[in-house]
């Protein structure tokens, strides 16, 4: 009867449960933990219990014969398990951080560097356009006293007045007036509006520079239609102060035939 009853027993406990491990002496891998307790994101032990029978028909089975659930182990062992999860979590999150960090400080480099080299060419830029105007002020200043210059000299010159003049006359009074280094782009002006002709008309226009209308060169003296000088001194100021000077008028004319 006792091989019988043994045998019932037998079949009742099915294979793999003629023999159960104490918890206490089942053996732990490192911080293994029986799937039946899991540790939750931030350490916490949930799902802590015994195996029953039906967790054995389930396949836990074989985890359950290496492994001890997390209720099972010494409490120092317990908060070692916690700890060492604890502390995977928070390596794992600084590293992020870290991660985090330091693209967001490439990122702000990128962005300084950007903005430090723009600056810098705004600022190259602005330098190169102000000693442009400054060189141009200069200039233009140089030339108008250059035309003040002349201007004066020509007002404070007088010509002996006479009935007519020649054209060798009249070319002699201008490179009296005229700048010596103005003079042949003054001459090819005159020569090509009035071939030295003080007297020369072309419709309203009149005289050595074809001043239309003539009148225009009242404003340098009442002479204006007898008078080479007069003609000259107006034809000269109108250059400079249009052109800057004959020969600036003169490159215009050759490109328009007329200035």
């Known amino acids: ?25 089942s053996r732990v891998r490192g911080f293994a933990v029986a799937s039946a307790t899991a540790v939750t994101t931030v350490g916490a032990v949930v799902g802590v219990g015994a195996v029953g029978p039906s967790a054995a028909g389930d396949g836990l089975q074989a985890s359950a014969a290496d492994s001890t659930l997390l209720a099972d182990l010494p409490a120092g062992q317990q908060a070692q398990v916690q700890t060492a999860s604890l502390t995977q979590q928070a390596d794992a999150q600084s590293a992020q951080a870290n991660a985090a960090a330091k693209k967001s400080a490439e990122e ?7 903005q430090d080299a723009k600056a810098k060419k705004d600022a190259a830029d602005k330098s190169k356009a102000d000693a442009a105007k400054e060189k141009a002020d200069k200039e233009a200043k140089a030339r108008d006293l250059k035309t003040e210059a002349a201007s004066r000299s020509s007002d404070r010159t007088t010509f002996q007045v006479q009935s007519s003049y020649s054209i060798s006359d009249v070319q002699a009074i201008a490179r009296q007036i005229v700048p010596a280094d103005q003079f042949q782009c003054f001459s090819n002006i005159v ?3 009035s071939s030295w002709n003080y007297r020369a008309t ?5 005289g050595l520079v074809q001043a239309l209308p003539g009148s225009k060169m009242s404003s340098v003296g009442s002479d204006w239609q007898s008078n080479p000088a007069t003609q000259i001194k107006w034809g000269l100021n109108y250059m400079n102060q249009r052109y800057g000077s004959p020969c600036g008028a003169w490159s215009f004319w050759q490109s328009h035939d007329s200035y």
């Open 1 to 25: 009867m006792a091989a019988n009853e043994q045998a019932r027993t037998s079949e009742r406990n099915g294979p793999g449960h003629s023999r159960v491990q104490s918890p206490r002496t």
């Open 108 to 114: 702000a480099a990128r962005v300084r560097a950007a």
């Open 191 to 193: 020569n090509n509006e």
């Open 202 to 206: 072309n419709g309203s226009a009149y």
